[in-house]
Structures are given as structure tokens and as C-alpha cells.
């Protein structure tokens, strides 16, 4: 039985001790001789890819050679694993090229954990030892300019690919390094794609449509990986083609399809622990490029305050996602976060350029059966008392849980109608079917979650 089968079979995190990893010496000193002797042949970015792993495979195959004890098959399987090791990501490099896998979770070299369609699963895949998954780590923030050692031990990255990385390293790590790996999808879903997979329905995903053309300011809210950057990568879709945009990321993630995009993304601090240039920073310097909307891929800090000015002083339609578990916490995170801004300003003040800034919050879970869904499209209405109040008009209605632990449930319409069909109105934007008649049962401002 292979090693990697025997791996696969136990359950818990195995130790050095227990599974020693074949040859796992002399592959050591054969990978670190010949990065040795290449060196800068590894970098040049004139050599394509094929050339490059061919020329390296061919140096370990005669260095091999020279090695005794070492069978044909065990030469031919070491030469493919050091190859992947050198010019691609070694034991992950499977992983990253699969496309079902959404996220990567390595804990330590003897314990590798995926995610598949929102499920966790561990894997056969090991590394020789804590010195192996470091060099992979090393050699992926090499990629981007970054550098991950004692005095810097971790790190936040993101790959050529559009992946993103997280590193942590001892002495912050007690357990050995820790990578996670939020893979970058290859395929854009767009609205049609996440009313199939049931994400949320043709009524909602119209409406949010017509609000993005009609230059509504909508936050998107949601846990980790609850698809909040797929949703706003969706909704940017509908920015008609001649507006400017300007997107801002910690790391950047979002596609958009328009032709005038300006992309700009946050520089952490360097080494020297200078040069930084954060979130706050660029929305900052956005307002003086001139856009017609902007788009933040986060908002996670001081930077909330900038980005409530700029929709409350002509940027209207500008989208935005934040951490939060429901439409009501993603305000209370909002009035937070502009309290960190270190400016000393009331809270009644605070909600009153919450209430008049966003329009739309979309809230976004993850489910138990790991599927993504919107639960919850609420609208953002007026100061009442000190209180900022909200309409729900779709909420999530669970139907049932199969055996299999699948929900069945659906995006519901509460029948109120919104109180900004003015602007639909004043953008010409057709207001959808289901809310252009006034019923007599509900108020422009009733069942709100005041």
C-alpha cells in the first residue's frame, strides 16, 4: 500500500515520528543543491513554464542518477515531486489545479484539509517536514514581492492567479507553519449562475439588478466565505458600460467586464515597517479620480467613515461588503467602525449618515448544508428616536432538511413596497412588477424591523 493511502486512512494528525516521508533526507539536500545551482534560472521570467520544468527535470534526473540505492520508479517519482516542489507548489499543486476545491487549509505539514461545495475534508497530502511546507510557503509570497521569515511570521497575500494566501509561521504558530489558501475561481458566476445553483431567485436578483442601474448604495453583508465577493463581482455587472469606476481591495479579487475600471489595491508595510498604504487611504484618493461609483471589496475599518461621506456627497451606487451575521449587526459593525476613525462624533450623528448613505443590505450565510445563500434583502429606511430602521423585502424561508442534511427553503417576497422607488423614477429605471402597485394593506414604511 502507498504511503499517501495509508495517510488517508487514519484519522488526527499524524506525527513525524509515526510516518516518516520516504527519501524524505536526500530529497532535502538534493531540492536545496540544486535551487543552488540554477538560482536565478528559476526567476526569469523569459523562459516559459514548460521550458522551465522541463530543464529542471532534466538536472534532477542526473542528479538522481547518482544516487544509490534509489530504484527506477523511486528516481522517476522523486524527480516529478522535487519538480513540482521547485517550479510549481509542490504537494498543493494537485490541489490548486482542481477545480472543485474552493480552499486549501494546511496544518502543519501532516494535516491538509480542503473545501469542497462548502464541506471540509481532509486529504492524503503531506509534506516531508515543517522545513518543507516553509520553503512552499516562501517560494509562494516570493511570487508577489513578499517575504515571510522570523521577523515578519506572517503574511496576507495574494497569488499571480488571483488566489489568496494567508501564512502564519512559528513563533507566532505552535504547531508548525499554517497556510490557507482561498482559491480564485476561474469561472465568473453571474446572476443567471447564482439563481441556479439557488443562491436566491429571479424576483430578488431583478430587483437588485434594477437597484444597481438605479445608483442605489448597497452593502453586502455575510460570515467568511459566504460568497460576498462573488454577489458584488454579480451586481457590478449590472454598471452600465459608460460609467467610470473605481474599485478598491485589500487584495484584489473582483472581475469587473466594463472597459473603464481603475483598479487600485492597499500596499501593507514593508519590511523596514514602512510604506504602507491602507484601505482609508485610497478611498480617500478615489474621490479625486473622478469616479461615478465606487466599489470597496471590504470595508473593515476607519475607512467606513470616508466611504459614508463619499455616497452622502454625489457618489451614489457605490457597492461595498463588510463581515456581519445580520442586516441589523452589519449596522451596529458600521457605527464601530466609523468610531475608529478617531474623529469624536455622536452616535446619533453616526446613524443619521448611515441612514441617508445606504440604501440596500443584502445579507449572505452560509448554510449547514454548505451551499450559499442570500437570506435576506432589507432595506435601510429613516431615523426613528435614535434608531436606524429597516424593511425587510425578501427574507429566507426554510421548507425542510432532506436526510442528506440539504436545506430546502426559498427567497420569499414580503410584499412591502419600498420607500426608493423614487429613484428608480428619477433614474428611469422601470420599477419591477411586483412593486410598481401600492397594496392598502401596507404602508411605504410598515413590518419594518424597526
Known amino acids: 500500500m502507498q504511503l499517501h493511502e495509508r495517510l488517508s486512512n487514519g484519522h488526527g494528525t499524524e506525527t513525524p515520528e509515526r510516518f516518516a516521508i520516504p527519501f524524505s533526507e536526500m530529497k532535502t539536500r538534493v531540492h536545496l543543491a540544486l535551487i543552488e545551482d540554477l538560482g536565478?534560472?528559476?526567476?526569469?521570467?523569459?523562459?516559459d513554464s514548460a521550458?522551465?520544468?522541463?530543464?529542471?527535470?532534466?538536472?534532477?534526473?542526473?542528479?538522481?542518477?547518482?544516487?544509490?540505492?534509489?530504484?527506477?520508479?523511486?528516481?522517476?517519482?522523486?524527480?516529478?515531486?522535487?519538480?513540482?516542489?521547485?517550479?510549481?507548489?509542490?504537494?498543493?499543486?494537485?490541489?490548486?489545479?482542481?477545480?472543485?476545491?474552493?480552499?486549501?487549509?494546511?496544518?502543519?505539514?501532516?494535516?491538509?484539509?480542503?473545501?469542497?461545495?462548502?464541506r471540509l475534508s481532509r486529504t492524503p497530502v503531506r509534506f516531508s517536514d515543517d522545513g518543507h511546507l516553509q520553503r512552499i510557503i516562501?517560494?509562494?509570497?516570493?511570487?508577489?514581492?513578499?517575504?515571510?521569515?522570523?521577523?515578519?511570521?506572517?503574511?496576507?497575500?495574494?497569488?499571480?492567479?488571483?488566489?489568496?494566501?494567508?501564512?502564519?509561521?512559528?513563533?507566532?504558530?505552535?504547531?508548525?507553519?499554517?497556510?490557507?489558501?482561498?482559491k480564485f475561481g476561474q469561472q465568473r458566476l453571474d446572476m443567471g449562475a447564482l439563481i441556479a445553483l439557488g443562491a436566491l431567485e429571479a424576483r430578488s436578483a431583478e430587483l437588485l439588478q434594477r437597484c444597481v442601474e438605479a445608483r442605489?448604495?448597497?452593502?453586502?453583508?455575510?460570515?467568511?466565505?459566504?460568497?460576498?465577493?462573488?454577489?458584488?463581482?454579480?451586481l457590478s455587472a449590472s454598471i452600465p458600460e459608460g460609467e467610470r469606476i473605481?474599485?478598491?481591495?485589500?487584495?484584489?479579487?473582483?472581475?469587473?467586464?466594463?472597459?473603464?475600471?481603475?483598479?487600485?489595491?492597499?500596499?501593507?508595510?514593508?519590511?523596514?515597517?514602512?510604506?504602507e498604504i491602507s484601505i482609508r487611504d485610497l478611498v480617500r484618493n478615489s474621490l479625486r479620480m473622478r469616479p461615478d461609483r465606487i466599489v470597496v471589496g471590504e470595508v473593515r475599518g476607519a475607512e467606513a467613515l470616508d466611504m459614508?461621506?463619499?455616497?452622502?456627497?454625489?457618489?451614489?451606487?457605490?457597492?461595498?461588503?463588510?463581515?456581519?451575521?445580520?442586516?441589523?449587526?452589519?449596522?451596529?459593525?458600521?457605527?464601530?467602525?466609523?468610531?475608529?476613525?478617531?474623529?469624536?462624533?455622536?452616535?446619533?450623528?453616526i446613524r443619521e449618515q448611515i441612514a441617508s448613505a445606504i440604501d440596500l443590505l443584502v445579507q449572505i450565510e452560509r448554510m449547514s448544508d454548505g451551499s450559499?445563500?442570500?437570506?435576506a434583502v432589507t432595506e435601510v429606511q429613516r431615523m426613528e428616536a435614535d434608531v436606524v430602521t429597516l424593511q425587510d423585502l425578501f427574507t429566507f424561508h426554510v421548507e425542510s432538511v432532506a436526510a442528506t442534511n440539504h436545506i430546502v427553503g426559498s427567497l420569499r417576497s414580503t410584499g412591502l413596497r419600498p420607500g426608493f422607488l423614487d429613484k428608480f423614477a428619477r433614474r428611469g429605471v422601470e420599477i419591477p412588477a411586483e412593486l410598481s402597485g401600492r397594496r392598502?394593506?401596507?404602508g411605504s414604511h410598515g413590518g419594518g424591523r424597526g
Open 216 to 234: 442605489l448604495n448597497i452593502l453586502i453583508a455575510g460570515g467568511t466565505g459566504s460568497g460576498k465577493t462573488t454577489m458584488l463581482n454579480s
Open 440 to 442: 392598502s394593506d401596507l
Open 246 to 275: 473605481v474599485t478598491i481591495e485589500d487584495a484584489a479579487e473582483l472581475s469587473l467586464s466594463q472597459r473603464h475600471v481603475l483598479r487600485l489595491e492597499a500596499r501593507p508595510k514593508n519590511i523596514e515597517g514602512e510604506g
Open 372 to 375: 450559499r445563500r442570500v437570506v
Open 138 to 182: 516562501s517560494k509562494m509570497v516570493a511570487q508577489v514581492g513578499r517575504r515571510i521569515d522570523e521577523a515578519s511570521p506572517m503574511v496576507d497575500a495574494r497569488l499571480p492567479d488571483g488566489s489568496r494566501i494567508n501564512a502564519t509561521i512559528p513563533p507566532l504558530s505552535l504547531t508548525g507553519p499554517l497556510l490557507t489558501i482561498r
Open 308 to 349: 459614508l461621506q463619499a455616497m452622502n456627497t454625489g457618489h451614489d451606487g457605490s457597492l461595498s461588503t463588510l463581515h456581519a451575521n445580520t442586516p441589523r449587526d452589519a449596522l451596529a459593525r458600521l457605527e464601530t467602525m466609523v468610531l475608529m476613525s478617531g474623529y469624536d462624533l455622536p452616535l446619533r450623528a
Open 40 to 47: 536565478r534560472q528559476l526567476f526569469n521570467t523569459s523562459l
Open 51 to 118: 521550458t522551465l520544468r522541463a530543464r529542471v527535470q532534466d538536472e534532477l534526473r542526473e542528479r538522481l542518477s547518482r544516487e544509490p540505492g534509489l530504484s527506477r520508479e523511486d528516481r522517476e517519482q522523486i524527480a516529478v515531486e522535487l519538480t513540482a516542489d521547485i517550479v510549481g507548489h509542490g504537494p498543493l499543486e494537485r490541489l490548486l489545479e482542481d477545480d472543485t476545491v474552493t480552499e486549501i487549509m494546511v496544518n502543519g505539514p501532516y494535516d491538509v484539509w480542503v473545501e469542497r461545495a462548502g
